[in-house]
């Protein structure tokens, strides 16, 4: 069965940091750009990062540029999100998910999503 389990999140005060981690079956992870998402209450679940399967090229929303980064380790079949200078703006569910086409910022493009886990960054 195809599984993506995200793992990390947790309160942390504005300015900390968190690490992320996603969880992927194999037969998801060979084959599959990876992204993550994150939804706020209230507003629509938007793009945040993604890594190509295996060229390292990554993307990253303008709101996180230089604060995240996406990772993957492809032998443990496991992404990461590395989130620096956390903001306040940045609290939300964080999803991890995977898509057969390459990485895109649309969520409709990805098959494979996992449950999310929670961020919140207090001010």
């Known amino acids: 069965q195809v599984q993506l389990v995200e793992s990390g999140g947790g309160l942390v005060q504005a300015g900390g940091s968190l690490r992320l981690s996603c969880a992927a079956s194999g037969r998801i992870f060979t084959n599959h750009a990876m992204g993550w998402f994150r939804q706020a209450p209230g507003k629509e679940r938007e793009f945040v990062a993604a890594?190509?399967?295996?060229?390292?090229?990554?993307d990253y929303a303008d709101s996180v540029k230089g604060r995240f980064t996406i990772s993957r380790d492809n032998a443990k079949n496991m992404v990461y999100l590395q989130m620096n200078s956390l903001k306040p703006e940045d609290t939300g569910v964080y999803f991890c998910a995977a898509t057969g086409t390459a990485a895109t910022r649309w969520a409709g493009d990805y098959a494979y999503w996992g449950r999310g886990t929670q961020v919140t960054v207090a001010s």
């Open positions: 890594a190509w399967r295996s060229s390292g090229i990554t």
